[in-house]
């Protein structure tokens, strides 16, 4: 029972350039967010989805797009990435609305 | 909207000595309210929850928080810390997981 994991775990990417953060859960949560942590702040939610083929925008959703065609697996998507995109993310899942949410151990992603 | 301060950026206890981190919200209504601890290069861990009903709420690792509506606070508190308690520490506010704030966090050092 693996949990909930992210791939990859570090990436540098250049200005403009795109990539695909992948999460996956086996514990068959319903429920599966992305955040982002910056220092000296909290995490901020993204995306996030309540089900299979569901998903809606949480606090700072800009320039991130999202995708959850399997339950057990929540993309996360950078068109054209920024500098500003420069943080660490951060994948949950939980059974749904305030139950117990579990998390990943983080991609460390640096645009130049 | 709902927003969480934590004052202490950065705190630092001997081992054996008790311990207690601040958090204060602001909420329109009752919250609910989270702490989370994240070990370095880690995901969040949930520490505690607070929904309703008694105010003093007991979670792992021998760690409670009390909730008092009328500070709009809600601080961690542990008798006896021990140097593997050594991490950052996230208090959390919302009205559910689709709409939770964090607060910057506390970072714990602990002295042998």
């Known amino acids: 029972n693996a949990g909930v994991t992210q791939t990859p775990k570090f990436r540098v990417l250049k200005t403009g350039q795109s990539m695909t953060l992948l999460c996956a859960q086996d514990m068959n949560h319903e429920y599966m967010y992305w955040y982002r942590q910056d220092p000296g702040m909290g995490l901020r939610l993204i995306h996030y989805s309540v089900g299979e083929g569901t998903t809606a925008k949480g606090e700072v959703p800009d320039g991130y797009n999202v995708s959850r065609l399997k339950k057990q697996n929540f993309l996360l998507g950078l068109e054209s990435a920024a500098p500003s995109q420069t943080s660490v993310y951060f994948c949950a899942s939980n059974r749904g609305g305030s139950e117990t949410q579990y998390f990943g151990p983080g991609t460390r992603l640096l645009v130049l | ?112």
């Open chain 2, 1 to 112: 909207a709902q927003s969480v301060t934590q004052p202490d950026i950065h705190i630092t206890v001997s081992e054996g000595a008790s311990l207690e981190l601040r958090c204060n919200y602001s909420y329109g209504a009752t919250p609910y309210l989270f702490w989370y601890v994240q070990s370095p290069g880690q995901g969040l861990q949930l520490l505690l929850k607070y929904f309703s009903g008694d105010t003093l709420v007991q979670g792992i690792k021998g760690f409670e928080a009390e909730f008092k509506r009328s500070q709009s606070s809600f601080n961690l508190r542990k008798p006896s810390v021990h140097w593997s308690d050594a991490a950052e520490y996230f208090c959390a506010v919302g009205p559910d997981n689709n709409d939770m704030r964090f607060g910057a966090g506390t970072r714990l050092t602990v002295k042998p």
